[in-house]
Nanobody, 121 residues
C-alpha cells in the first residue's frame, strides 16, 4: 500500500510560480499529477507523469510551463509550475500505482493523495 501527501499549493497572481511536492511511502514505478478544475468535479485531468527512470509526459496545456521531477531515494515527486494562468486553478492530486491502460484515466491509478489547492488570479 502506498500513501501520498501533497503540499505546496497556494494563491498566486497570473504569471507567478508554485512548486508542489508529494511524499510517498512504498515503491511505485509511475507517478503522476492530476488536477480537478472548478465546475468539473466529476473529472480529473492528467497534468504530468513520470516513471522511475525519469521519463516524463505532459498535458499540452502545461508543456513548457510545468516540470515534473522525482527523487526515488527520498520518495518525493515535485511539480514546478511557472507562468501560471487562471485556468490552472484547481485541486492538484498526486497519484501512484499505475494499473495499466490509458495513463490519462484516473481509474488507471491506485493511490491518491488528499490534494492541494492552487488558485491563480
Amino acid at each position: 500500500h502506498v500513501q501520498l501527501v501533497e503540499s505546496g499549493g497556494g494563491s498566486v497572481q497570473t504569471g507567478g510560480s508554485l512548486r508542489l511536492a508529494c511524499v510517498y511511502s512504498g515503491r511505485t514505478y509511475y507517478m503522476a499529477w492530476f488536477r480537478q478544475i472548478p465546475g468539473n468535479e466529476r473529472e480529473r485531468e492528467t497534468v504530468a507523469t513520470i516513471d522511475i527512470l525519469g521519463e516524463t509526459a505532459y498535458a499540452d496545456s502545461v508543456k513548457g510551463r510545468f516540470t515534473i521531477s522525482r527523487d526515488n531515494a527520498n520518495n518525493m515527486v515535485w511539480q514546478q509550475m511557472n507562468s501560471l494562468k487562471p485556468e490552472d486553478t484547481g485541486m492538484y492530486y498526486c497519484a501512484g500505482g499505475y494499473k495499466g491502460g490509458s495513463y490519462l484515466a484516473p481509474s488507471a491509478w491506485t493511490y491518491w493523495g488528499q490534494g492541494t489547492q492552487v488558485t491563480v488570479s
